[in-house]
């Protein structure tokens, strides 16, 4: 096949200043589309979400090659295959994943797919895993430059072009906007607790930060059987939400968040599973971990901002801290899984949903989001 036009959300500049709105940040353009390549699929994207991933790249962050098109959670359609493609057709609905795994480096090949080197090094670089770029320019400025892949996937398009390891093929019935979810909110949130931590049932868990990720992270502690089962976040809708979700105790966070997680739990949760991407909160998340437990840390704080403990507690307590990128996951086996656990009621991912958008819409939405009045927003393609 021959390229396509599409409409997608272009970054071209970093920091502008809120509303977005009104700055912009993200542009509408149109752009040439490559034929996928070998080992690719085309895919048109039925529904992305806006993630915190996304906004640090928009206010500066996290550092990314300019200019690139956005967005790293969705699902959509299979509507043509490059050469050298298995167990994929024509049809098919894929739920992207962020981080694409090659199969072979070293920590592929140990199970952990989320620190595959190439696919790190391919999301680094802007570029699918093969190390191409699809994307074309045909609007000033910069017609005929080719835009870089965010996170191999690049979701704020009408259809975009992956490595077929960023992609994994769930239920055909899945609605778009469901399926997308878990392609990052619910494999990370979810894979951080049952994966990363691995929550036992009667295990006391505390979640600090509940957007999309830390709201996953409760389902998935609740469904492991934690118990009690802490929510902390400065917002009271976030709390009452928390609550209809299966959160037994919540916590307004602030100075005295600690203490009320320790009284509530006589001496300080087994896990804390933080997602805030804040070095202060993770201290938080520490301080409220009781003795020979695990303080699990989702975030993705600035990259110049440093974490400190007591250096003795790690011995003399027996305290564990935890790193979970992409929920420690194996997306060919935990976003199937996951699914499953959703239509079986034990994941109620559909209630993180809470905005619908068109893509013209979608400066807007990472203005509500930034406020933190959203949980999950989706852009929503005909």
Same mark, same amino acid.
């Given at each position: 096949?021959?390229?396509?036009?599409?409409?997608?959300?272009?970054?071209?500049?970093?920091?502008?200043?809120?509303?977005?709105?009104?700055?912009?940040?993200?542009?509408?353009?149109?752009?040439?589309?490559?034929?996928?390549?070998?080992?690719?699929?085309?895919?048109?994207?039925?529904?992305?979400?806006?993630?915190?991933?996304?906004?640090?790249?928009?206010?500066?962050?996290?550092?990314?090659? !300019?200019?690139?098109? +956005? #967005?790293?959670? %969705? @699902? $959509?359609?299979?509507?043509? /295959?490059?050469? *050298? =493609?298995?167990?994929?057709?024509?049809?098919?609905?894929?739920?992207?994943?962020?981080?694409?795994?090659?199969?072979?480096?070293?920590?592929?090949?140990?199970?952990?797919?989320?620190?595959?080197?190439?696919?790190?090094?391919?999301?680094?670089?802007?570029?699918?895993?093969?190390?191409?770029?699809?994307?074309?320019?045909?609007?000033?400025?910069?017609?005929?430059?080719?835009?870089?892949?965010?996170?191999?996937?690049?979701?704020?398009?009408?259809?975009?072009?992956?490595?077929?390891?960023?992609?994994?093929?769930?239920?055909?019935?899945?609605?778009?906007?469901?399926?997308?979810?878990?392609?990052?909110?619910?494999?990370?949130?979810?894979?951080?607790?049952?994966?990363?931590?691995?929550?036992?049932?009667?295990?006391?868990?505390?979640?600090?930060?509940?957007?999309?990720?830390? !709201?996953?992270?409760? +389902? #998935?502690?609740? %469904? @492991? $059987?934690?118990?009690?089962? /802490?929510?902390? *976040? =400065?917002?009271?809708?976030?709390?009452?939400?928390?609550?209809?979700?299966?959160?037994?105790?919540?916590?307004?966070?602030?100075?005295?968040?600690?203490?009320?997680?320790?009284?509530?739990?006589?001496?300080?949760?087994?896990?804390?599973?933080?997602?805030?991407?804040?070095?202060?909160?993770?201290?938080?998340?520490?301080?409220?971990?009781?003795?020979?437990?695990?303080?699990?840390?989702?975030?993705?704080?600035?990259?110049?901002?440093?974490?400190?403990?007591?250096?003795?507690?790690?011995?003399?307590?027996?305290?564990?801290?935890?790193?979970?990128?992409?929920?420690?996951?194996?997306?060919?086996?935990?976003?199937?899984?996951?699914?499953?656990?959703?239509?079986?009621?034990?994941?109620?991912?559909?209630?993180?949903?809470?905005?619908?958008?068109?893509?013209?819409?979608?400066?807007?939405?990472?203005?509500?989001?930034?406020?933190?009045?959203?949980?999950?927003?989706?852009?929503?393609? *005909?």
């Amino acid at each position: 096949m021959t390229s396509i036009t599409v409409t997608a959300a272009v970054l071209s500049d970093v920091g502008l200043p809120a509303p977005y709105a009104q700055s912009q940040p993200l542009r509408l353009r149109q752009l040439q589309l490559d034929a996928p390549g070998r080992g690719e699929l085309l895919v048109k994207v039925g529904a992305a979400g806006l993630c915190h991933s996304d906004l640090s790249v928009i206010d500066g962050s996290r550092p990314r090659p !300019l200019p690139m098109v +956005l #967005g790293h959670e %969705a @699902a $959509g359609r299979v509507i043509a /295959i490059g050469a *050298d =493609v298995d167990g994929f057709a024509v049809g098919d609905q894929v739920v992207f994943s962020f981080v694409p795994t090659c199969g072979h480096c070293a920590p592929c090949a140990s199970g952990r797919p989320a620190l595959c080197e190439p696919g790190a090094a391919a999301n680094t670089a802007g570029s699918l895993l093969g190390g191409e770029r699809r994307w074309q320019l045909t609007d000033a400025p910069g017609a005929g430059s080719r835009p870089h892949h965010h996170l191999g996937v690049s979701a704020f398009a009408e259809a975009t072009v992956v490595s077929a390891r960023s992609a994994v093929k769930v239920d055909a019935d899945l609605p778009a906007e469901i399926a997308a979810l878990f392609g990052c909110a619910v494999m990370t949130g979810v894979g951080a607790a049952v994966n990363t931590a691995r929550v036992q049932p009667g295990d006391s868990v505390a979640v600090f930060g509940l957007g999309g990720v830390g !709201l996953a992270a409760l +389902l #998935g502690a609740r %469904a @492991a $059987g934690a118990y009690p089962l /802490i929510a902390v *976040d =400065v917002l009271p809708s976030k709390l009452a939400l928390a609550r209809e979700l299966g959160a037994t105790h919540v916590v307004a966070a602030g100075e005295d968040a600690v203490a009320q997680i320790r009284a509530i739990t006589a001496g300080g949760a087994q896990t804390t599973i933080e997602t805030v991407g804040s070095e202060v909160v993770l201290g938080q998340a520490y301080a409220a971990t009781r003795r020979g437990g695990t303080t699990v840390t989702a975030g993705l704080p600035h990259p110049g901002r440093m974490f400190s403990v007591p250096a003795v507690s790690l011995v003399a307590e027996e305290r564990t801290v935890k790193g979970s990128y992409m929920g420690s996951a194996v997306p060919s086996r935990d976003i199937p899984r996951f699914v499953a656990m959703y239509r079986a009621g034990l994941l109620p991912v559909d209630r993180l949903l809470t905005h619908r958008l068109r893509l013209d819409e979608i400066n807007a939405g990472f203005d509500r989001l930034a406020r933190g009045e959203a949980v999950r927003q989706v852009v929503v393609f *005909d």
